[in-house]
């Protein structure tokens, strides 16, 4: 079976999808992302759905799923790169993926974490954050 | 009562021995009808093009306008009927440039009785012909319509860049679902292009706003809000704002703003926060 990557960038986890969601994927990839937040300690998760072309009920809940997880395990998760067609059918099925967090894309999702986290723990944190993820952005 | 084959050769014959005369008073017929909106040069040309069809399909037997003869009468046709089409003429006016060749051939014909069925055969053929140029001047119509149909959508909808990080819809118009969509998938589509965290959608524009008009623009928000980007909505009128409390429209925890100004500020205000400590 297939599996999605999980790679560690920083204080976060970059998840993105390059394949079909299937249920068993999605499943596993719940698995093995609270498997990776436990043993890493990062406090961020990105998940990045910018290949997906079709996003169904199914892997909707499963990413609120993985959100409340993550939440849990004290790591904040952001859905990044939907795309236009998934957000209008989504909207249309009545699914507004209620308590996941989401950004436009991978860059600006890192941002959202970086100034979450600085809000916890003032700036000070924030600008150590920030050097940290210089290099992410540009890798990335 | 159809034209007969005889009947056709006949007419050909007429046509070809009368040509510059019957030109000359069908010429001056449609000029009458037109009013002198086209010049007579102009016209003169158009009504020995005709004609030669006419000769044409009759000298190669065609007895229905459907017959292959016919072909390049069909093909004239649809020529001047499009061009009136498209210069504003009304299908009257369309429909007389092939009427008058009726009215001119009668005088060439005789007294006795075969003349007059041979002209009310020849006078079917030349109805069927008028008609056909209805049918072409509907269809060209109707085409320019669908054309600015769509050209009306593209112009209706842009997507503007109102600042670094801030894209703006504004709204002109009757905002029905088919354009809602185009407006949607454009605003969209600009999210992710440009990167834009926040969008404002500004109904100044809008004339009126019922439930389905809302319903466009808060699903257009959520789909936004899906795809990790902020909305705004501005350019409520008042009187916008007492329909929409009337009507018992929710926008719930979307940020709403009287004018545009007012909504870039705010977005200004919110990201601003957390620029200068980025840098």
Same mark, same amino acid.
């Given at each position: 079976?297939?599996?999605?990557?999980?790679?560690?960038?920083?204080?976060?986890?970059?998840?993105?999808?390059?394949?079909?969601?299937?249920?068993?994927?999605?499943?596993?990839?719940?698995?093995?992302?609270?498997?990776?937040?436990?043993?890493?300690?990062?406090?961020?998760?990105?998940?990045?759905?910018?290949?997906?072309?079709?996003?169904?009920?199914?892997?909707?809940?499963?990413?609120?799923?993985?959100?409340?997880?993550?939440?849990?395990?004290?790591?904040?998760?952001?859905?990044?790169?939907?795309?236009?067609?998934?957000?209008?059918?989504?909207?249309?099925?009545?699914?507004?993926?209620?308590?996941?967090?989401?950004?436009?894309?991978?860059?600006?999702?890192?941002?959202?974490?970086?100034?979450?986290?600085?809000?916890?723990?003032?700036?000070?944190?924030?600008?150590?954050?920030?050097?940290?993820?210089?290099?992410?952005?540009?890798?990335? | 009562?159809?034209?007969?084959?005889?009947?056709?050769?006949?007419?050909?014959?007429?046509?070809?021995?009368?040509?510059?005369?019957?030109?000359?008073?069908?010429?001056?017929?449609?000029?009458?009808?037109?009013?002198?909106?086209?010049?007579?040069?102009?016209?003169?040309?158009?009504?020995?093009?005709?004609?030669?069809?006419? #000769?044409?399909?009759?000298? *190669?037997?065609?007895?229905?306008?459907? #017959?292959?003869?016919?072909?390049?009468?069909?093909?004239?046709?649809?020529?001047?009927?499009?061009?009136?089409?498209?210069?504003?003429?009304? +299908? +009257?006016? =369309?429909? !007389?440039?092939?009427?008058?060749?009726?009215?001119?051939?009668?005088?060439?014909?005789?007294?006795?009785?075969?003349?007059?069925?041979?002209?009310? /055969?020849?006078?079917?053929?030349?109805? %069927?012909?008028?008609?056909?140029?209805?049918?072409?001047? !509907?269809?060209?119509?109707?085409?320019?319509?669908?054309?600015?149909?769509?050209?009306?959508?593209?112009?209706?909808?842009?997507?503007?860049?109102?600042?670094?990080?801030?894209? /703006?819809?504004?709204?002109? *118009?009757?905002?029905?679902?088919?354009? %809602?969509?185009?407006?949607?998938?454009?605003?969209?589509? +600009?999210? !992710?292009?440009?990167?834009?965290?926040?969008?404002?959608?500004?109904?100044?524009? !809008?004339?009126?706003?019922?439930?389905?008009? /809302?319903?466009?623009?808060?699903? =257009?928000?959520?789909? %936004?809000?899906?795809?990790? %980007?902020?909305?705004?909505?501005?350019?409520?009128?008042?009187?916008?704002?007492?329909?929409?409390?009337?009507?018992?429209?929710?926008?719930?925890?979307?940020?709403?703003? /009287? =004018?545009?100004?007012?909504?870039?500020?705010?977005?200004?205000?919110?990201? *601003?926060?957390?620029?200068?400590?980025?840098?």
């Amino acid at each position: 079976m297939e599996r999605v990557p999980v790679l560690k960038i920083g204080d976060i986890l970059l998840v993105s999808i390059q394949i079909d969601m299937e249920d068993q994927v999605a499943l596993q990839l719940q698995e093995d992302l609270a498997d990776r937040i436990v043993s890493t300690g990062c406090h961020g998760v990105i998940i990045d759905i910018s290949a997906l072309d079709i996003v169904d009920s199914f892997v909707g809940r499963t990413l609120a799923t993985i959100a409340s997880i993550s939440r849990v395990l004290d790591a904040e998760t952001v859905v990044v790169g939907m795309r236009p067609a998934v957000a209008i059918t989504l909207v249309e099925l009545g699914l507004s993926l209620p308590g996941i967090r989401t950004a436009l894309n991978v860059e600006l999702g890192m941002d959202l974490l970086a100034r979450q986290r600085a809000e916890e723990y003032g700036d000070e944190d924030d600008e150590d954050e920030d050097e940290a993820d210089t290099p992410a952005v540009t890798a990335s | 009562m159809a034209l007969s084959a005889e009947e056709a050769s006949r007419f050909a014959v007429l046509l070809e021995e009368n040509q510059d005369t019957l030109v000359g008073i069908w010429t001056d017929r449609v000029a009458e009808g037109l009013r002198g909106r086209l010049s007579r040069t102009e016209l003169q040309r158009q009504t020995a093009d005709l004609f030669k069809g006419f #000769h044409l399909a009759l000298a *190669g037997g065609a007895t229905d306008l459907t #017959h292959e003869p016919a072909d390049e009468l069909r093909a004239q046709l649809t020529e001047l009927s499009s061009n009136r089409a498209r210069q504003g003429f009304s +299908t +009257t006016e =369309t429909a !007389v440039s092939v009427f008058s060749l009726k009215e001119a051939i009668l005088p060439k014909l005789g007294d006795d009785v075969a003349s007059l069925q041979d002209y009310i /055969a020849f006078s079917a053929f030349v109805d %069927a012909a008028a008609l056909f140029t209805f049918d072409s001047y !509907v269809r060209v119509r109707e085409e320019l319509i669908a054309d600015q149909a769509e050209q009306l959508l593209e112009l209706s909808t842009p997507v503007v860049k109102l600042w670094e990080g801030v894209v /703006a819809v504004p709204l002109v *118009g009757t905002l029905d679902s088919a354009r %809602a969509q185009v407006v949607m998938e454009r605003l969209l589509q +600009t999210l !992710v292009d440009t990167g834009s965290p926040y969008a404002i959608i500004d109904i100044t524009g !809008v004339p009126a706003v019922d439930t389905q008009v /809302a319903q466009h623009v808060l699903k =257009t928000v959520v789909a %936004a809000r899906l795809m990790g %980007a902020d909305c705004i909505i501005s350019g409520i009128r008042p009187q916008i704002a007492q329909t929409i409390v009337a009507l018992g429209i929710e926008f719930g925890d979307i940020a709403t703003k /009287a =004018t545009l100004a007012d909504a870039l500020r705010y977005v200004l205000n919110k990201s *601003g926060s957390r620029k200068p400590r980025e840098r």
